[in-house]
C-alpha cells in the first residue's frame, strides 16, 4: 500500500469519519490521469540486516521463533536499552508509529535491524575473500549488499566515474523472484506494478549520479512484462539521453504463456549519455537483418542464396565454396570414397560427426539419435560426391574450415574454405575475428568498412540463454542452481559494442546474480590486453523454495548455516572464483572451452584479481573518532582505482603511501608526505583526516597538481549526509 493509504488508515483509527472522508477524496484525486507513467510511489522500502550488532536506539523487528515458517511481527520497534547482569541479553523496546504507547522486552538475539531507505547510512565494507592472479591489474569487487545502499556507497567512491551500467533486474513475474519491504511480491498484489516501478525509481536516481555525463551508457534486460512501463520510466528518468531498445532471441524454441504466442525473445534497452555510441564492428552474418528474415542461426545462412560474388561483395570474407563437387566427376559414381554422411546437430547447428562411406548399393545414410544425415544429394535429386575425403574433412572442421548453411531437404548446405583461401584468412590481408557458433573460422577483409552498427533485431546463437547460461554456470559451479542466468557471450557481445575502445573502462552490475557481467568483462580485457574492471552488487537473498526447509531447521537469516545458500555466498563469489582460476569450487579443473569470438580451454581461467566484500553500517561518530578504519578503508582503497596495495590500518608514523593513493593522518608530518606523494609518482588521491579546513588547504597546496585532496572525514560524512537528496 502507498504512503497515503497508510496514513488514513492511521486517520481511521483515530477518527472514523475523518478518515472516511479523506479516503473518498483520495479516491476521486486518484482517480484523475494526467498523461505520461503514473504510479504510487510506496512508502520508503527497507531491509532487515541479520547478524549486525544491535545498539540503543536502532529500528527493529522480532523474529518469529525459530522452527517457525510463519512471518514475523512486521511492526518496527526502537531500542531504548538494555539489561545488563544477565546471561542472555536482553533489550528494552518501544514500539514506533504507535497511537497507544507499547513496550517489550525481548532477547537480543530474537531481534533483527531494519534499515528504511529514508534514513541516512555511513557505510564500511569487510573483506570476505579474494582472488589474484592478474598481477598488477585491478581489482574487480563483490559487494555483498542490500543494491540501494550499495549504490549509495558508490556515490562516495565512483561519482561520475563508472563508463557503463549493465543490469538485468527482477522481472516481476509474481513468482517469489523479488521482494519489497521483505516480502515477495505475488501475482495477484494490486500494486505490483507500482512497486517495481518505485523500486527501480529509486536506484536508477543514484545510478545516473554515478555515470560519466559526458560518456556513458544504461544498459537493462526486461521480458514484456514490465518493458512498456520501464521505457517510459527511462524517459520520464532521463530526459537528457538517447534511449534505444534492441529485441533479442534468447530462447529459440520460446517458452509457453497460457492463451498467447510462444515467448522467445527479451528487450534490452540501451540509455546514452553525452557522446556515447554503440561502436561499429566487424560482425558475423549472423548479426544481419537478413539472416533475422531467413530464420537461420548458423553464420552464413543469410548468405547461402546469393551468388559467391554478391556474397563476397557484401562482407568480403574469404572465399567459402560448396562441399559439393560441381562440373566434371562430379558424380558418385566417379569418386565412391567421397560419398559419405556427414552428421549435424540441428539444435546447435554443428556439425558433430563424419561418417564412413556408404556401400554400392546403398543409398540411405545410417541413422544416428538426435542428428540429421547430409549426404551429397544434388537438388534434381542425383547423387553427386563431396570435394573433399572423410579424413580431409575432419582435419579441416578442426581448422574452422568447414561452415553448416541453411537446411536444404537432403540435409544442410556444407561449405568450406579451400586451401588457397585458407591460406588468404590466415594471413595479414584479413581480420580473424574468431569462430562462429558452428565453429567456422570468422575472418574480414582489414580494408573492408563493412564493420558495421548492429541492427535492432539480434538472432545470435550464442545468446542462447539455456545454452550458454544454464549450461555454462553449471560447469563452473557444478550442482548449483540458479534461476535465468544471462548467455556469457550475449552479455560479452552487449558490452562490447561500448567499451571496445575502452580498455579501462569500470562497469557496475547492480542487480549482478551469477556474475555473468564481470565474467563477460574477463573475456574482452582477454581478448585486447584490457585492464576493464568491474563492480557486482547482489545480496546474499536464500531461493524462495530453499528458505522453509531451513526455518523448519531452526535456522534464521543470519546464522551461519543460512548464510553459506545464498545468493552471493554460494552462487556469485564461487562463479568468478571459478572464472578466475579455471577450478570448481571442489578444486577440480573445469572442463570444456570457451567457444565463439575466443576460443581456449575454460581451466586456463583468466589474469584477473577480485576481492568479496560485505557491506557495514557505521556510526558518524566512530568514523569521525578512527574507530571504523578498517571499514572505511576497502572504500578509499576503491576510490582510487581498486588497485595495488590497501592500507588496512591507520599509521603509526602518521602517514602512508600506498600504489595509488596516500593518507595523511597527522598534519606535522605534511613535509614528508607529500615529498612521498611525489615520488611515488602514481598516486590519484591524497586523503588529509583534519577537522581544521585551513590545515587541510595548507597540505593539499603542497601536493601535485594531477593527485585529488579529499578532507577526511568530512567529504565522507557530508557525502551520506546530504547527497542522497532526503
Known amino acids: 500500500m502507498s504512503r497515503l493509504t497508510d496514513l488514513i488508515a492511521a486517520t481511521k483509527a483515530k477518527d472514523l469519519t475523518l478518515g472516511q472522508e479523506l479516503e473518498r477524496e483520495f479516491q476521486v484525486l486518484s482517480s484523475r490521469r494526467s498523461f505520461g507513467l503514473n504510479f504510487e510511489r510506496h512508502r520508503p522500502e527497507s531491509v532487515e540486516l541479520p547478524g549486525r550488532p544491535i545498539r540503543k536506539g536502532d529500528k527493529v523487528r522480532i523474529l518469529s521463533p525459530r522452527g517457525s515458517t510463519a512471518k514475523g511481527d512486521q511492526r518496527l520497534w526502537r531500542v531504548v536499552g538494555f539489561e545488563t547482569g544477565k546471561e542472555v541479553k536482553v533489550a528494552h523496546l518501544e514500539l514506533l508509529g504507535a497511537v497507544e504507547p507499547e513496550q517489550q522486552t525481548v532477547t537480543v538475539a530474537d531481534l533483527a535491524i531494519v534499515a528504511e531507505f529514508r534514513d541516512y547510512i555511513y557505510p564500511g565494507l569487510v573483506s570476505t575473500g579474494k582472488v589474484e592472479l592478474g598481477e598488477s591489474k585491478p581489482f ?87 518493458y512498456l512501463r520501464l521505457g517510459l520510466l527511462l524517459e520520464q528518468s532521463f530526459p537528457e539521453a538517447r534511449i534505444q531498445m534492441v529485441s533479442t532471441i534468447i530462447n529459440p524454441k520460446g517458452v509457453s504463456v497460457i492463451d498467447g504466442f510462444r515467448r522467445a525473445d527479451e528487450y534490452i534497452f540501451f540509455v546514452m549519455f553525452g ?86 548399393g546403398v543409398n540411405e545414410a545410417p541413422q544416428k539419435p538426435e542428428l540429421v544425415a547430409i549426404l551429397p544429394i544434388r537438388k534434381n535429386g542425383s547423387q553427386g560426391r563431396w570435394q573433399i575425403s572423410a579424413g580431409e574433412l575432419k582435419e579441416r572442421i578442426s581448422q574452422g574450415r568447414i561452415r553448416l548453411g541453411r537446411p536444404t531437404p537432403y540435409g544442410y548446405v556444407v561449405n568450406y574454405l579451400p586451401d588457397g583461401a585458407y591460406r588468404e584468412a590466415l594471413s595479414e590481408t584479413y581480420n580473424l575475428v574468431g569462430r562462429a ?92 590486453g584490457g585492464r576493464r574492471q568491474c563492480i557486482l552488487v547482489t545480496n546474499n537473498e536464500v531461493a524462495a523454495d530453499e528458505q522453509a526447509s531451513l526455518r523448519k531447521a531452526d535456522l534464521r537469516p543470519g ?57 557495514t553500517y557505521e556510526t558518524p561518530v566512530a568514523v569521525s573518532h578512527n574507530r571504523a578504519f578498517a571499514r572505511v578503508a576497502p572504500l578509499l582503497w576503491m576510490r582510487a582505482g581498486s588497485e595495488g596495495r590497501r592500507i588496512n590500518k591507520l599509521p603509526q608514523p602518521g602517514w602512508e603511501v600506498a600504489d595509488t593513493y596516500g593518507l595523511l593522518t597527522d598534519l606535522d608530518k605534511a613535509v614528508p608526505f607529500c615529498k612521498a606523494v611525489e615520488a611515488k609518482g602514481s598516486i590519484r588521491i591524497a586523503y588529509i583526516v583534519t577537522d581544521d579546513d585551513r590545515r587541510f588547504q595548507s597540505v593539499a597546496r603542497r601536493l601535485p597538481g594531477a593527485v585529488e585532496p579529499v578532507r577526511l572525514y568530512e567529504s565522507y560524512l557530508l557525502n551520506f549526509r546530504f547527497a542522497m537528496g532526503r
Open 559 to 615: 546464522d551461519a548455516a543460512w548464510e553459506k545458500w545464498g545468493i552471493c555466498d554460494y552462487i556469485t563469489k564461487p562463479r568468478i572464483a571459478a572464472a578466475i582460476t579455471g577450478k570448481t569450487p571442489a578444486g577440480k579443473k573445469i572442463e570444456g572451452d570457451y567457444k565463439f569470438t575466443d576460443e581456449f580451454p575454460i581451466a586456463e581461467g583468466f589474469q584477473e584479481n577480485a576481492e568479496f566484500f560485505t557491506l
Open 275 to 360: 557522446t556515447a555510441a554503440p561502436a561499429r564492428l566487424p560482425l558475423s552474418a549472423e548479426w544481419s537483418p537478413s539472416s533475422i528474415v531467413s530464420g537461420g542461426f548458423s553464420n552464413g545462412d543469410a548468405m547461402d542464396e546469393m551468388s559467391d560474388g554478391e556474397r563476397a561483395e557484401q562482407k568480403k570474407e574469404p572465399g567459402w565454396t560448396s562441399m559439393m563437387r560441381r562440373g566434371s566427376e562430379a558424380a558418385r559414381t566417379d569418386r565412391p570414397s567421397m560419398f559419405y554422411p556427414i552428421y549435424a546437430d540441428p539444435k546447435a547447428r554443428r556439425i558433430i560427426e563424419v561418417g564412413e562411406p556408404i556401400p554400392d
Open 437 to 528: 557458433d558452428d565453429g567456422s573460422l570468422v575472418a574480414y577483409r582489414k580494408d573492408d568498412e563493412a564493420s558495421r552498427i548492429a541492427p535492432t533485431q539480434w538472432k545470435i546463437a550464442s545468446h542462447n540463454a539455456s545454452e550458454h547460461g544454464s549450461g555454462l554456470l553449471e560447469l563452473f559451479i557444478p550442482d548449483r542452481k540458479f534461476p535465468f542466468p544471462k548467455s556469457l557471450y550475449a552479455v560479452e557481445d552487449t558490452l562490447k559494442f561500448f567499451l571496445a575502445e575502452n580498455s579501462n573502462a569500470v562497469v557496475l552490475d547492480f542487480f549482478s546474480g551469477s556474475g555473468t557481467t564481470a565474467h563477460a568483462i574477463m573475456r574482452l580485457n582477454r581478448q585486447d
Open 140 to 226: 574487480h569487487t563483490v559487494i555483498n549488499a542490500e543494491n540501494f545502499h550499495a549504490l549509495e556507497a558508490l556515490t562516495f567512491t565512483h561519482r561520475g566515474k563508472i563508463d557503463a551500467i549493465y543490469i538485468d533486474p527482477p522481472y516481476n513475474s509474481g513468482a517469489t523472484d523479488w521482494k519489497y519491504n521483505n516480502s515477495y511480491v505475488e501475482r495477484d498484489d494490486l500494486y505490483r506494478h507500482s512497486k517495481w516501478l518505485a523500486m527501480m525509481e529509486r536506484r536508477l536516481f543514484i545510478a545516473k549520479s554515478l555515470l560519466k555525463a559526458e560518456c556513458s551508457v544504461l544498459i537493462i534486460t526486461i521480458d514484456s512484462r514490465e
